[in-house]
């Protein structure tokens, strides 16, 4: 390359790239640390609620707080009972335990301005009787309900907020495994799920929304229990040049070789800055093939040179997808190890 050629390059480099997010699929363990003599588990609710929380029997018609007529009074047992069936059946699904029990009625409300956990006395009560060896506790749940008319060009639609406090309890290390906060939306509209509207859909009415957003509630919170597949965003970048365009359109296919064959015609030194990018892809391309020491070793060379270079941004994103693929190697090695 000659020296009028490589200043051209740098201009281009230096204005104008352009980031894009790439979503995989990836396979995480359980975020909860279960102990591995864990067979046996108990699935309570602890019926309390915040002295503020006192919406349970109104909702939002048309931003217009409406009360209820003829609501079941014992609605708040209703759908926290909704939440850890899902949970418990779930959690049976993926044999995550041997034996599941459900107790969703041994606490009487009560409610507080604050949530204090279980005193472990109580704790190993539930877990003796019950012959468990973890006790999962819906400490309060908590919902609302809205629907608004069909205005202008906006849809009619109708929705559920859904807050939840998660504890897991180890009667025997006597100790809080988790405890954890769920707030969610569940949202629905007269949109197919083409995005073709549909005038004469009919949304679920107010309890068959409440049961359904209670059930997901279940549903998300069984997921820190076990493996599975997430979708997570990985950025890659596009530098104004017609091979790094061609490199995205074959990202963009999956042909992830083409694209590692454009990208390293860049990665050598001669070629300044936009090494740095060039590198960086592909690191990301090497993931993407589950080849992460391959991948490690590419973004330590980007990170090189951008240190050579003092690239602020570039050292920022390049430790932060470092950060992302050591999290990765540690999950890969603990699915490995179970």
């Not at 503020?52 to 109104?58: A, G, P, V």
């Not at 999956?254 to 064959?261: E, F, L, T």
Request: hydrophobic fraction near 40%; proline fraction near 4%.
């Amino acid at each position: 390359m000659n020296r009028i050629a490589f200043l051209v390059l740098i201009l281009i480099t230096s204005s104008c790239t352009v980031y894009k997010e790439y979503p995989i699929d990836i396979y995480k363990p359980g975020v909860i640390a279960v102990p591995l003599n864990v067979k046996n588990v108990a699935i309570v609710y602890r019926n309390f609620k915040y002295k503020r929380d006192t919406l349970q029997h109104f909702y939002n018609d048309d931003h217009q707080l409406t009360r209820v007529k003829n609501d079941p009074t014992n609605l708040d047992s209703i759908l926290a009972n909704y939440c850890i069936k899902e949970l418990a059946s779930n959690l049976k699904s993926k044999n995550t335990f041997k034996v599941i029990h459900i107790f969703p009625a041994i606490f009487k409300k009560h409610s507080d301005t604050k949530l204090p956990s279980l005193k472990f006395d109580l704790v190993n009560k539930l877990s003796s009787s019950s012959q468990t060896d973890l006790l999962i506790s819906l400490e309060t749940f908590s919902y609302f309900f809205s629907e608004y008319s069909e205005n202008y060009d906006v849809p009619k639609s109708r929705e559920v907020i859904t807050a939840a406090v998660w504890a897991v309890y180890d009667p025997f290390a006597e100790k809080i495994i988790e405890r954890k906060t769920m707030i969610d939306t569940v949202y629905w509209n007269s949109y197919d799920e083409k995005g073709n509207y549909q005038k004469n859909s009919k949304l679920p009415p107010r309890l068959t929304a409440l049961k359904i957003a209670s059930q997901l509630v279940g549903e998300e919170y069984s997921k820190r229990f076990f493996a599975s597949w997430q979708t997570v965003n990985r950025i890659y970048s596009v530098p104004p040049l017609p091979d790094f365009t061609e490199a995205s359109n074959r990202v963009e296919k999956g042909d992830w070789d083409n694209a590692i064959a454009i990208w390293k015609k860049y990665a050598s030194d001669r070629n300044g800055k936009m090494a740095i990018n060039a590198r960086y892809n592909l690191a990301l391309a090497y993931e993407m093939k589950d080849d992460l020491e391959t991948a490690w070793k590419w973004l330590a060379a980007a990170q090189q040179l951008a240190v050579s270079y003092k690239s602020k941004e570039n050292i920022r994103m390049i430790t932060q997808y470092q950060k992302v693929l050591a999290k990765r190697k540690k999950e890969i090695d603990e699915l490995n190890r179970n």
